[in-house]
């Protein structure tokens, strides 16, 4: 049996999602769909639509054979370090293809990273631009192009991943519009993520976007899961926490613990706060992320101890996708199990266990221990 | 100018303050009177009906000539710390006459006092009892008498301070019926403070009860401020904080944070997690400071630090409170101030302003920094 992977986060599972599924079964040939999916925070570091299972169950019901946890200290990362530990979970998996969508998938992403390796690092240093800005600009002087767009992007991590750790995978990329992603309207049976997270949010109608098993657990959202709802608990850790513990958290970096407590201090509202602490230097996204950290109380070490030992968290599986795990389980690098055990909660799978806590200001389920996979017949 | 002091909570200030006040003013022939006040936390460790500006404008509108906060990390303490840092704050203040209520106002309080210190320390070894029944033994064996009703414990733990620090302070103890602290019934004109909570979260007339100052503020409250409400915060501290930071929280000890922690993960409500911890080692009172020592990360340094250098934090006063300011402040020997400035917030008052950033779950007011005195003329 051959695989074809995907690197996914379902927020929530859509007819584009369904669409994008079959071309890449088509493009690859491969009899078996692997989806790696961002757990219960999306990569931004916000908290899903609704919880992992939930959205597995849906893409299991709508034709991915096996869906695995993209543990959170991969999943919540820029785009270059979320494609790293997404591949490094597939090429564990031994899928030898992976599928991509990418608003340019013409473009020769082995030249781009290529030309990455000749940028000059002293140039990193304009403290009032973001990281991608900087980027950009000599990514423009040696070939250019500059890489704009969300997919672009991560297309061109999974093509960096891919050549800095010679793993076996052939990259396939899939045409995408330029606008999905951010486009906020639907037309028809095709929506991006956010237009449907959107019409979620104020009860427009979204029933024709997303397939039948995903419509009923949407239909009960009537909050959508964001930050305001986690405020109180971001706000207490930033006012109660000493500057030399907010200091360890990771990313935390430039004296920024100094700014988020400074402004968490007289900020009522996560809108007010994070419009207080958003400077040139850092983008909405990477602040998302750090309220993620300081919220988890995550720290440079456990990231770094994480990373260099993950492990494979399956969420749920068809009858192929089973035959697939019965297929490669042996040559599995890695710890992969369907159960979080008590010893694993307090031990390697801690983390993605408390981002489960987390959520669960959502939702009561227990989003991890003893939690059974999802199996699909 | 003669001064009474007295320690007060005011959760609410009801007509059984009022009748207190002419009493303790009466009895001891003072000018004015100075109540020392918990901030918006009581002694139990709790969150109070209303905030300490409108506990302290409703108690200078009905009698009191002066308000000061007592400082959290003495408030929110056992009877014998509350009640040392209540009277050192009013011996700072150079007052030198205190009334209480006391069930017993005619024990013989030094006695009792004095049978304390030849209690045999190596007798609190029960690990699975109260520290107050054991204090209770051993008293009942030295003196035939147990302090039971809280106004005697608090009435001891006064005595025990003025003789130990040798304050030049005349303790006059005013009658309290046993059962007014615990009637949770209200009759005529006369309730006690949890009664009147209870009647304002039931949605039962307590008008008759609270002097008019009182009134608006409490029929405005549609919901009690309790630890339900500061639970997600709560809980996330005990699950994200790792076990040896948790273990540095002040009064951790015997390895409640294993406790705390385990049973904060499997809780979703404050109610199954507060009766998931108890035992009979420990008062609910005792874990509710916990809970709230755990959710502003008080630590041990931080509370000796502050015992050791207290300071007075002066809410309001009307023009006779004013007076006897003037006349004693200068021989004040602790840090005495009106208004909380940044460089107080950051410093020495940092404690406080985190109870009242904690407080500001419950109310949009900025509980501190900058927040002008109550005048009242």
């Known amino acids: 049996m051959q695989a074809v992977g995907m690197v996914v986060e379902y927020n929530p599972f859509h007819n584009g999602h369904r669409y994008f599924l079959r071309q890449a079964r088509q493009l690859t040939d491969a009899d078996v769909t692997v989806a790696v999916m961002s757990g219960n925070f999306t990569q931004r570091g916000e908290p899903t639509i609704v919880d992992k299972w939930t959205r597995a169950r849906a893409a299991l019901e709508s034709g991915v054979d096996l869906v695995v946890e993209l543990p959170i200290f991969y999943a919540a990362q820029p785009a270059h370090r979320f494609a790293a530990g997404a591949l490094a979970i597939l090429n ?161 970096a430039e004296g920024l613990e100094h700014r988020m ?3 968490a201090q007289r900020s009522l509202t996560f809108d007010a706060f994070i419009h207080g ?11 998302l992320r750090m309220c993620l950290y300081t919220t988890l109380q995550l720290s440079e070490d456990e990231v770094v101890a994480r990373t260099d030992q993950p492990y494979i968290h399956i969420l749920g599986f068809t009858r192929r996708g089973q035959e697939y795990l019965h ?42 221990l003893k939690h059974p996979p999802i199996m699909i017949r």
């Open 92 to 252: 564990a998996l031994q899928v030898h293809q992976v599928a991509f969508g990418a608003e340019h998938p013409d473009w020769d992403f082995p030249a781009l990273v290529a030309a990455e390796r000749r940028f000059n690092q002293a140039e990193f240093d304009q403290y009032n631009v973001t990281y991608a800005t900087q980027f950009n600009q000599q990514l423009r002087a040696q070939t250019g192009r500059e890489l704009r767009d969300p997919n672009d992007i991560l297309a061109f991590a999974y093509t960096k991943a891919v050549l800095t750790r010679h793993y076996p995978i052939q990259l396939t990329a899939v045409q995408r519009r330029g606008s999905d992603y951010h486009d906020r309207e639907i037309h028809g049976q095709i929506a991006s993520a956010s237009a449907i997270r959107q019409a979620v949010a104020t009860g427009t109608d979204f029933i024709a976007t997303v397939p039948t098993a995903m419509r009923a657990a949407l239909a009960q959202v009537d909050r959508v899961p964001d930050w305001a709802d986690l405020y109180p608990i971001l706000r207490n850790q930033l006012i109660q926490a000493p500057l030399n513990y907010l200091a360890t958290t990771y990313q935390m």
């Open 277 to 287: 602490v958003k400077t040139k230097r850092y983008t909405y996204a990477h602040l």
């Open 261 to 263: 407590k400074e402004v």
């Open 327 to 368: 297929q490669v389980k042996k040559a599995v690098p890695v710890p992969l199990f369907t159960k979080v055990s008590q010893g694993m909660r307090d031990g390697f799978y801690n983390l993605d266990y408390r981002a489960g806590k987390l959520y669960q200001n959502f939702t009561p389920v227990e989003q991890d």
